[in-house]
């Protein structure tokens, strides 16, 4: 890449909206992000660092584009941040670059565009260097304009990098020093600019704290007669409403030239949340409001719908909204106490930091204590144990000082919970499980399973490498009413999970191990599953071939090899045990072998193979060649018969397969029967 190319790279993302790229300077998955396809490749990244060390300080601070920037300008654009630290550690490069305007009398520095992005490392970098941040561009817009309207005409905004880098605008604001009321040509400060700006609060809920903080003066009234308050109500800024409804009570009751005022407007537009807080705050009430016909569990609940990862400005409001919710609850109130779930789905899938939780604590609510509401028993604690809430709902939980060990309700620990749970995200599983203790993972629940057995069902591998790795023994039981004698290996047997049964195996678990009807974990892996869709040949192979022990009858004498007669074209299985030197003439408690049970072709084939005695007969003294006949199999009886099998045996009742053959007619059978006695 030379530096023609470089420049028509950056020139052309900056100036066209729809093929803006950058570097990303916020934390996060990138290459897994819908926005992947903005960015700038390594590939790409790393030709333009190495273009840039090799030009000279004329072509970095020449104009280029509509707008006049300079090379250096779009370098701290696309956050091209190394590249910008070396240009800056060049005493003669940064003395010149650091606060250089555009060339076309725009006014726009490099900390303006840095701040424009919210690009706090590159603010930081920038100030450190000689940046001066009480700068302002031609429109008489500073440092603090640009964190709250991030906008210029014939710069390509892309909205990723303004969602993503949300909170760092805050950071900004909090660290540069310029004159917070400033008025821009169109007599608006920071703030004012702010809350006049519709569809922005997604990417600017936090300023309007820190411009309070800094003194923004709060007595603007627009043409309409709107107040900051109004403003921010109308165009849809929560968080502003709720600091301005703190900090600003005189703007409570003051009305717009209509007569409408920020209580009024809430009513209108059926916003409870909204309504609730300005009534908390001081707000005069309005007599015989429907507004109040709704719980304030459901208002509450309603107020996080409007949370997301992309936009939180909602979330003070809802946290309000939950503050006011539990400090009017009675702690002994069990239906009171059971209102709080009704907040906890989308209060803890919205807001990950989980505040509701803190929320709860602080006003004493006891997560363990059992409540009996609608018609269940339950606790709070347990209630916040679901895949969909994260991880930092349990970690939330332990650092609040809840008991993440202690089983409350049928004797069920948290990591018995976890553990039952459906869910893909190993790494959820895995980082819970470091939580719990051994022994509450070893705990029994009343059911008669532990959270191991549950781990190895749902083949949570990584939760179940966790519990070995603190020394949980892998070969504990089931008690009843559970599947009494069974283990966790097992559980993973059944349902087909190959990593979980490796990962126990590797571990010592025992596959001599039976449960009360004497059956192994292969006796597990081949029989059919009681609910769900079965195994295929495959997933059962590979279970299989991890188990060392494959032999052992159960109970009724039946080895793995006698349940094939139960498997769909089995012979996949059968020359995998075959191959692992089972016993082929095995009979069960009736004396029945593989060969009676399954007297077709294709079985007796692979059997009589690996030595199978054609001519063993059950208690009943029937042979394979008895079960053919009675199965109406005329190919498999004479299969058998050219094998060796005995037509003239009798079975207990007398009966031969010469008699059975004439019986039936068979006289492709018959014609093959040259020597009846």
Known sequence: ???????????????????????????????????????????????????????????????????????????????????????????????????????????????????????????????EHGADDSHSDARGMN????????????????????????????????LVSCDVNQKNKDGLSPLEQLLTSEYSSSYTW???EIFLEKGATTDYVDEGGNTLLMMAR??????????LMEKCPELLEVPDQNGVTPLQHAIEYRNHSMYHALLGHGAK??????????????????????????????????????????????PDDDDEIGEVTDIFHNALISDKEAHVLEICKSAGIDFTLPIHYHGDVFCLRDKCLRAAYGIGVIRKLAELGVDMDLAVINEQTPAYIVASLDGKDDSFFEEAAKIFSRESME?????????????????????????????????????????????????????????????????????TMKNLKGETPAHYALMKKKYGRGMEPEQKIGLLRLL???????????????LLDEVYDPQELLSLLVEKGVDVNHADNQGMTLLMLSPDKETAKILLRAGADVNLADHQGNTALHYALENRSAGDARYLIKKGADYNRPNNQGVTPVQMAAEKGFDTVLELMTDIK
């Open 1 to 127: 890449m030379d530096i023609k190319e470089l420049t028509e790279l950056l020139v052309t993302s900056s100036e066209s909206f729809n093929q803006t790229k950058f570097i990303p300077w916020w934390e996060g998955d990138h290459e897994n992000a819908i926005y992947a396809y903005d960015m700038l490749p390594v590939e790409t990244v790393q030709e333009a660092d190495a273009c840039i060390t090799a030009c000279g300080k004329e072509e970095l601070l020449s104009p280029v584009g509509r707008l006049g920037l300079t090379l250096f300008h779009l370098l701290v654009w696309h956050n091209f941040y190394e590249a910008v630290k070396k240009l800056l550690l060049n005493e003669e490069t940064a003395a010149d670059a650091v606060n250089l305007p555009d060339h076309k009398g725009h006014g726009l520095t490099p900390l303006l565009l840095a701040c424009s992005r919210g690009n706090l490392a590159m603010v930081k970098l920038l100030l």
């Open 143 to 174: 440092a603090f304009h640009f964190l709250a309207y991030p906008r210029f005409e014939g710069l390509a905004i892309n909205f990723t990098c303004l969602e993503q880098s949300v909170e760092q605008r805050g950071e900004i604001a909090r």
């Open 206 to 208: 936090p300023l309007t």
């Open 234 to 243: 109308k165009n849809g800024h929560n968080t502003a409403a709720l600091r």
């Open 285 to 330: 009430p309005v007599s015989d409001s429907s507004m109040n016909d709704f719980p304030l569990s459901q208002v509450t609940s309603n107020a996080f719908c409007n949370v997301s990862q992309s936009n939180k400005d909602a979330l003070a409001v809802a946290l309000y909204m939950t503050e006011k919710m539990i400090l009017q609850i009675d």
């Open 443 to 511: 705990q029994t629940a009343n059911g008669g399973k532990a959270a191991i057995h549950l781990a190895a069902e749902n083949g949570h591998t990584a939760m179940l490498r966790v519990m070995v790795e603190k020394g949980l023994d892998v070969n504990l039981t089931q008690d009843e009413p559970g599947d009494a004698g069974a283990t966790a290996l097992h559980c993973a047997c059944a349902f087909g999970h190959e990593d979980a049964v490796k990962l126990l195996m590797d571990a010592g678990a025992d596959d």
């Open 548 to 562: 060392k022990n494959l032999d052992l009858p159960r109970e009724d004498g039946k080895t793995p090899l006698l």
